[in-house]
């Protein structure tokens, strides 16, 4: 967070320098690290979108705006994925992506429909089936919007 508070203070230094009053730029600089604070310039990029997870082999998933995090076979394999964003309300959602990592392609299937994790016997909105290496992962999804 910091990173990205003195990128955007180096950005607006420079862009107001010539015009701006050191006042007038310091209130700037004041408001971007209010908004940094709050996490209101990029929400959506630091909350999951969607978490699911499934029992059988200990599988975990949580869908960001910019990239899905999976963690597969109880943490033994962990994998990030770059994420085109798409619209959660479809009946079906199939989606092909490659892991950044490895390169190993994977198929995300979510359905809209009701699903009973089998760990907790929590009734979710989604199921998901996760295929990887020629391996099926099923469970539950939660919208997180």
């Known amino acids: 967070m910091k990173q990205l508070f003195c990128f955007l203070t180096i950005i607006l230094f420079s862009a107001c320098s ?4 050191e006042k007038e730029l310091l209130k700037a600089v004041e408001k971007i690290e209010d908004q940094v604070k709050a996490d209101s310039l990029f929400p959506e990029i630091l909350k999951p979108l969607l978490i ?5 082999s ?5 869908v960001y705006a910019h990239e899905i995090k999976i963690s ?12 085109p964003i798409v619209n959660f309300d479809k009946e079906q959602l199939e989606l092909n992506l490659t ?18 994790e ?3 016997g929590e009734i979710k909105e989604r199921s998901v089936i996760l295929e990887y290496n020629s391996k099926s992962y099923k469970g539950c999804a939660t ?3």
Do not use: F, H, Q
């Not at 200990?58 to 949580?62: F, L, R």
């Open 18 to 21: 010539n015009s701006t009053s």
């Open 52 to 56: 699911a997870r499934g029992s059988e």
């Open 58 to 62: 200990g599988w975990y998933m949580e």
């Open 72 to 83: 597969l076979d109880y943490d033994e394999v962990k994998l990030v994925c770059a994420y």
């Open 99 to 116: 892991d950044k990592t490895n390169n190993n392609p994977l198929k995300l299937i979510i359905k809209k429909e009701k699903c009973t």
């Open 118 to 120: 089998e760990a907790s």
């Open 143 to 145: 919208i997180e919007l």
